[in-house]
């Protein structure tokens, strides 16, 4: 089978990045080894292509350092090595492996569940009224909070400065003290934040549940980061898919 000619530039612009950034990836061995011509150019061909495309595509589901790793290895022709990388979710940046391709769909799993069971518990938080039996039936200082919660003060304090709780001060010596309704908001600004939740959309769940005390803010909020989880198995499965195409061809025309 013949390989058509391509330039560093055609290979370039398929993937988005510099021209010195395919170089780059010929030197460090992510793309096969290429030919070169008298003057000493590279001459690469579909191939270096399918290799580029293998590696973008791996690295949005494993990581750069994994994608990296990886194709390292089928072009050193390790590929009982490659596939085991793939398997364990190469970590390079710790130089140890993660856990198995399964393990990993299986953690994906696990956050959903997570979300959801994360999702019912902040419907719940949301839902309590603030000076409900089940809220401190007295106000408490910023490390009484902290304690209640499992998080360190300097938490509260950062939450604070973004505007996302505004606890009383005490006239005189300035200390803070958290009402019923500041500590609910609390729990769900930390529910929200072992989720990954950026600080910003935390602010427009707490603005609307205030406002109107509709979790309406909060259910888009979830259903972001569930969409998150799904793109991510989608990442993985289409990197699984290229190297596979790509490792495939390899062997047809070897």
Same mark, same amino acid.
């Not at 579909?46 to 194709?71: Q, V």
């Not at 590929?79 to 994906?108: I, K, S, Y």
């Not at 419907?123 to 039936?137: K, L």
């Not at 209640?148 to 005490?170: D, F, I, K, N």
């Given at each position: 089978?013949? !390989?058509?000619?391509? %330039? ?6 398929? =993937? ?21 011509? =008298? ?65 990993? !769909?299986?953690?994906? !799993? ?6 959801? =069971? ?11 009224? #603030?000076?409900? #039996? ?28 973004? *505007? ?9 010596? *300035? ?22 939740? #950026? ?13 109107? *005390? ?29 190297? !596979? ?5 390899? %062997?047809?025309?070897?």
């Amino acid at each position: 089978m013949s !390989h058509r000619a391509l %330039r560093p530039v055609d290979l370039a612009r398929e =993937a988005g990045v510099s021209t010195q950034q395919i170089r780059n990836y010929a030197d460090t061995g992510i793309l096969p080894p290429a030919e070169r011509t =008298a003057a000493g150019y590279r001459r690469f061909d579909t191939r270096h292509r399918e290799a580029l495309l293998a590696y973008r595509a791996l690295a949005k589901g494993y990581g750069w350092e994994a994608a990296r790793s990886i194709m390292l290895a089928v072009h050193d022709g390790d590929l009982t090595g490659a596939l085991a990388l793939v398997d364990a979710c190469h970590a390079a940046l710790h130089g140890q492996r993660l856990a198995l391709v399964d393990a990993c !769909h299986a953690a994906l !799993h696990g956050q959903r569940l997570a979300l959801r =069971a994360t999702g019912e518990a902040l419907e719940a938080v949301a839902g309590q009224d #603030p000076g409900g #039996p089940a809220a401190p039936q007295s106000a408490l200082r910023i490390g009484e909070v902290a304690a209640l919660l499992g998080v360190r003060a300097s938490a509260l304090r950062v939450w604070e400065a973004a *505007g996302l709780l505004t606890p009383q001060r005490e006239p005189g010596t *300035g200390y803070r003290w958290y009402g019923p309704a500041e500590v609910r908001d609390a729990r769900m600004i930390h529910m929200l934040r072992q989720g990954r939740y #950026p600080l910003t959309r935390i602010g427009d769940v707490l603005d609307g549940l205030r406002a109107t *005390g509709s979790t309406e803010a909060l259910r888009a909020a979830l259903a972001e980061r569930g969409a998150a989880l799904a793109a991510t198995a989608v990442a993985m499965l289409e990197g699984s898919a290229r190297l !596979h195409d790509y490792v495939a061809g390899a %062997r047809r025309q070897a």
